[in-house]
Structure formats: structure tokens, C-alpha cells
């Protein structure tokens, strides 16, 4: 009985541990940060992972140094990084960077960055080696 309860206590506590990180990005190292990039993109909406993204990449365009860049983004959740891309774009923007010069504000560079996502994703043709693939699982049902 006292054996079960220690393991029982021993699980709960792991799993509160490995848990409380979840929803933010760890910050330890360039490839654990780009590991947690990852799998936080793959759990937002499909509305907000364009705005993670945007943000990762100005944010990690405006801090250059590993270590700082490090250090301002762990332990960040999608949406204080977002809240930190916005007001970079803010910023940027307020001091006439050309890049920005085209939006009216930030929702607006989303929308369009989102539109082109859209737009490479139903232009992909497939693949010609697929087709002259001999050994295809694609299979071609005549109709009854």
C-alpha cells in the first residue's frame, strides 16, 4: 500500500512538472526553441499560426544575439509572443521601415500573409515522378 501510493505521488508529480511548460516556449537552447516553435504552431488555430510565425521570425530578426534572443523569448506563451511581434510591427512601422510601408496596420500584413499561404498551397502541381510511379497506392476505381 505505502509502495502504490509513493509511485501514485511520483506520477502526479511528474506529469505536473512535464506539463507546466507545455504551452510555452522553452528557451534553453537555439534547437530546443525551435522544437517548441514547432509544436506549439501545430497546436493553434489555423488563424493564429501565421501571427506566431510573423512574430517568432520579427522577433528573432530584431534580437540577433543568440543569447538575448534566447533569454526574451523562454518561457513565452503563442500569445505574449504575438502581443511582442505587434508592437515591434508598431514600432518598425512608427519609424518608416519600408517593409511596412504597404500595411495600414498589422491585422492587414496577417490577412495578406495568409492569403499568400493559401494561395502557394493550392498552386503546388504534383509531382511528375508520382505519376511515372509504377508502384503508386493511388488507385483508380472504375464506377459499377
Known sequence: MKRSSAVLVFIVCTLLIGCNKGQQINGSSLKTVNRSVT????????????????????????????????????????????????????????????????????????????????????KKTPDERDKKNPHSVTYKLNPM
Open 39 to 122: 509544436s506549439l504552431k501545430e497546436r493553434l488555430p489555423l488563424d493564429q499560426r501565421i501571427e506566431f510565425e510573423v512574430s517568432f521570425w520579427t522577433v528573432r530578426d530584431e534580437i540577433r544575439n543568440n543569447k538575448e534572443f534566447l533569454d526574451a523569448i523562454d518561457g513565452k506563451t503563442p500569445e505574449q509572443l504575438i502581443e511582442q511581434g505587434k508592437e515591434l510591427f508598431a514600432k518598425r512601422k512608427a519609424a518608416g521601415a519600408k517593409d511596412y510601408e504597404q500595411f495600414a496596420n498589422w491585422d492587414q500584413m496577417i490577412a495578406q500573409y495568409t492569403q499568400e499561404r493559401i494561395d502557394q498551397n493550392r
